[in-house]
């Protein structure tokens, strides 16, 4: 990935439509499970950023057909749960964590050996969390010290079920032990103190897997019936809420604007940011509910509208766990004192998401104090922050949208070291950015 970097600044209202792409947690999911289907599926609504391509590429080496035959449509023709194949080769992941955890999951009950690799950022994000519980399902895990990449998993077949509680709240883990357990003869069952996004069950038991979640003292308990048959299927994919949230902030901070964002994922264990803003007082409906791939969606119209300053609960920490970079830009702006805690699994992300935003907000002229869970933010009561800098994007995709975001509300424009990052998760974005503000010109000038 070549380095590029960008000036954003003021660019007035944004107004019109936006239909965001596929959700890439959905995505990277949809993919895996048709590869282990038996027959031919078709993804509708594909994100089609560098991460969910190179869930892709790794899954071609192992021996899945998958084919693009349209912007967001493309064909897989599944090996089966059972069928993968040695690869010839390192499997690149990028800069995706989701790939590389989960496709780890789906290795380690296989009888083959894979070596994961990955860029300067995904080679510094833990993988013991992962390593931990496949190593007990009987997969030989060699990684380079720290529990980083460059790693090795050499799989165990048969593996042996477990039963794993979670000791982080991680819909990665959760998928990677399941995954695990589809190739592994007998129950595999991973119970989660707290709910993580759950995609993985909603996509199995719809591929045909013996699936059941219950609620128990521990948690919710998942239960999974391994040598699983999938049948392939149409796979639609909904828009990804975390790339929803940066239109949605942007609207609420920049006079004037109005949107609407179409098709939007509105699954509970996802949907926090939307919680997050309405407590915040945000200008914004939800309407047009309906199921998309038997994912909940709605639209979603917001409007530029003062903010008021939010003690996070910690129930919707969870369900937001991506967003909070751009959560940070709208408290930023918000009247009043915003205390965001609870949130040490952003020191993990793509980078250590609570100094990145800390010291890039600081620069353009938030108040900011950094907390070892979290920041506290004292808002500007939606008065443009001075900006005029450049600031550090540490190769994270969300942070370059957030900083962009930000400086549509400041004085003077900012300078982002790296923008290129964004290309892992909304190729279009700027793109996008661009056609909403010209239409915004265009109602202005019409109104004038």
Not at 236 to 252: E, K, R
Not at 324 to 345: C, D, K, N, Q, Y
Request: glycine share 10%.
């Amino acid at each position: 990935m070549t380095p590029r970097s960008m000036t954003i600044g003021p660019r007035g209202p944004l107004y019109g439509v936006v239909r965001v792409p596929g959700d890439k947690s959905i995505s990277h999911r949809a993919l895996m499970f048709a590869a282990l289907a038996v027959g031919e599926s078709r993804v509708t609504g594909l994100l089609e950023g560098e991460d969910v391509l190179a869930t892709a590429a790794a899954l071609r080496a192992m021996g899945a057909s998958i084919e693009r035959i349209a912007p967001g449509e493309w064909v897989i023709h599944g090996v089966g749960v059972g069928g993968l194949l040695q690869p010839g080769q390192a499997l690149d992941m990028g800069n995706s964590g989701t790939s590389t955890r989960l496709l780890m999951g789906l290795v380690a009950s296989h009888p083959i050996q894979a070596t994961f690799v990955g860029d300067a950022s995904l080679s510094r994000r833990p993988m013991a969390r992962v390593i931990e519980p496949l190593s007990r399902m009987g997969a030989d895990i060699t990684a380079a010290p720290g529990g980083t990449l460059p790693l090795t998993v050499r799989g165990m077949c048969p593996a042996v079920p477990i039963e794993y509680t979670l000791p982080v709240a991680s819909a990665q883990v959760k998928s990677a032990v399941l995954l695990a357990g589809l190739n592994t003869p007998g129950v595999t069952r991973v119970i989660e103190p707290v709910a993580t996004r759950d995609h993985s069950e909603r996509m199995l038991r719809g591929l045909g897997a013996e699936l059941t979640v219950e609620e128990t003292s521990g948690g919710r308990m998942i239960a999974l019936t391994g040598e699983a048959e999938l049948k392939p299927q149409h796979i639609v994919v909904p828009g990804d809420p975390s790339s929803a949230a940066f239109w949605t902030v942007a609207a609420i901070i920049t006079q004037g604007s109005r949107l609407w964002l179409e098709n939007v994922g509105m699954n509970p264990t996802r949907a926090g940011i939307f919680r997050a803003l309405g407590l915040m007082g945000a200008d914004m409906v939800l309407h047009d509910r309906g199921t998309v791939g038997g994912e909940p969606v709605a639209q979603v119209t917001v409007m530029n509208d003062n903010l008021a300053a939010i003690d996070l609960p910690a129930e919707i920490v969870p369900s937001m766990i991506d967003e909070f970079p751009i959560l940070f830009v709208a408290a930023a702006f918000a009247h009043g004192t915003s205390m965001l805690r609870g949130l040490e699994e952003l020191r993990f992300k793509e980078s250590d998401r609570i100094g990145t935003m800390a010291t890039a907000l600081a620069a353009i002229g938030a108040q900011v104090e950094e907390l070892p869970d979290g920041l506290v933010i004292h808002g500007s009561s939606g008065r443009p922050l001075p900006g005029g800098v450049t600031v550090e994007t540490r190769l994270d995709h969300r942070i370059a949208m957030a900083m962009a975001v930000a400086a549509l509300n400041c004085e003077a424009p900012i300078v982002l070291d790296d923008a290129s990052p964004v290309a892992t998760s909304y190729p279009d974005f700027f793109t996008t950015l661009d056609q909403l503000t010209e239409e915004g010109r265009a109602i202005n000038e019409a109104y004038a």
